[in-house]
């Protein structure tokens, strides 16, 4: 093999070990969010699984959340998901931990932002959701809840598969 068809090969895997250093989480340390897939799951408010339905919920989206601090007392999550059902509005809850297990994690409750999102007609939908820190707070999920599908019992559910720290 001759020097000259060997370059562009060394050329190419030079630039391959460099680009992972270039590209290396640029969202975590310059904006003090941590990314976090969503999975299927429902959570309790202390975000421990739910044992009734052995925790699983309905639907096929998938995304993920950017979560964390933003300075001066406030928390916020960026969500964005796809592959959700067409048309179709989610309520998002932003939670904080740590909490008693037995406290509600509802719209309006201490340590609780909520939003909505609205999934267009392929499925994709996002939203941002800021909500004053909590004394106390050291970590945060968030779940997402879509309507059930009619003569359905429960909708479409997904949450964080980690706590961020905030």
């Known amino acids: 093999m001759c020097a ?24 975590s340390s310059a904006s003090g ?13 202390d975000f421990v699984v739910e044992q009734f339905l052995m925790g699983r919920g309905n639907g096929t989206g ?9 300075g001066d007392g406030t928390v916020r999550a960026d969500v964005r998901m796809q592959t959700l059902r067409p ?12 909490r008693p297990s037995v406290a509600p994690c509802n719209p309006g409750d201490p340590g609780v932002a909520t939003a909505t999102m609205f999934a267009d007609f392929a499925g994709n939908g996002s939203t941002t959701i800021t909500g004053r820190r909590e004394p106390g707070a050291r970590q945060a ?3 997402v809840e879509g309507p059930p599908v009619p003569g359905g019992v ?3 559910v997904y949450s964080t598969v980690t706590l961020a720290k905030i």
């Open 62 to 70: 998938s995304g993920a959340v950017e979560i964390g601090s933003v």
């Open 154 to 156: 429960r909708g479409d």
């Open 87 to 98: 048309n179709t509005t989610y309520r998002v809850r932003l939670i904080q931990l740590p």
């Open 33 to 45: 969010l941590e990314m976090i897939p969503l999975q299927n799951v429902i959570r309790q408010c």
């Open 4 to 27: 000259a068809a060997s370059a562009p090969v060394t050329a190419v895997l030079a630039m391959a070990a460099v680009a992972p250093m270039a590209a290396a989480d640029p969202g």
């Open 141 to 143: 999920w968030v779940v």
